[in-house]
């Protein structure tokens, strides 16, 4: 299947600080992209939807002021969490649709530690 | 509204098999998805069904039917490997993934 790269797998911050979260596509064009978030024993939440070239889509209740999203290449999203707050800290995942098929493939995830 | 159900949890044995059930009602389908998630870890691609019928992959197999609103996940000679949550996804007529809130599978020895 096709590989999407995500980076960094783990970042611990202090509150107040901005992260940057970067999403690659490998061996595909992908222009659109989406940015998941996971708390402990909780379902998938999708937060937005980026889209190449054009402004990113934000689920209700997702502030896009703190998640700023940046679609610049048909292989890279980035996420980028502003100010960042302990009750930022959760599992962050983005994912990229097969063209062909549709199919969403997932970056390996990053885990945001806000102290 | 759109609504994806399946069980919570499950617990097998090593060794058997095990059906995980997914029913659903969307605004349009385009493809229904199975999705495997260690703790920790993102979430696998295990399987796509689009039209009515079994897909077999190896020790695992996906079901659906259309009409039914209904799918499910066989996996067969349980590994202690495969305990993990299961996630069943439809992609509705926008192409957007409905995501259910995951089975945890829990294998006994």
């Known amino acids: 299947g096709a590989v999407v790269s995500q980076h960094p797998s783990w970042v611990i911050c202090k509150s107040g600080t901005s992260v940057k979260i970067e999403c690659r596509s490998l061996d595909f064009q992908a222009t659109t992209m989406f940015w998941y978030r996971q708390f402990p024993k909780q379902s998938l939440m999708l937060m937005a939807t980026?889209?190449?070239?054009?402004?990113?889509?934000?689920e209700q209740g997702v502030e896009k002021d703190k998640f700023l999203i940046n679609h610049a290449s048909l292989t890279l999203s980035t996420l980028t969490v502003t100010s960042a707050h302990p009750e930022d800290s959760s599992f962050y995942i983005c994912?990229?649709?097969?063209?062909?098929?549709?199919?969403?493939?997932f970056g390996a995830g990053t885990r945001l530690s806000v102290l | 509204g759109q609504n994806i159900d399946q069980p919570t949890e499950m617990t097998a044995t090593e060794g058997a098999i095990v059906q995980i059930n997914c029913t659903y009602q969307t605004s349009g389908f385009n493809g229904l998805f199975w999705y495997q998630q260690h703790a920790g870890e993102a979430p696998t691609f295990l399987s796509y069904?689009?039209l009515d019928g079994l897909e077999e992959k190896g020790r695992f197999s996906s079901f659906l039917s259309r009409s039914k609103g209904y799918s499910y996940l066989l996996l067969k000679e349980l590994q202690m490997k495969d305990s993990a949550s299961y996630l069943c996804?439809?992609?509705?007529?926008?192409?957007?993934?409905?995501w259910g809130a995951g089975t945890k599978l829990i294998i006994k020895p």
């Open positions: 980026s889209n190449e070239g054009s402004k990113a889509t934000y």
């Open positions: 996804a439809v992609s509705d007529s926008n192409y957007q993934l409905i």
């Open positions: 994912s990229a649709p097969d063209r062909d098929v549709n199919i969403q493939y």
């Open positions: 069904n689009v």
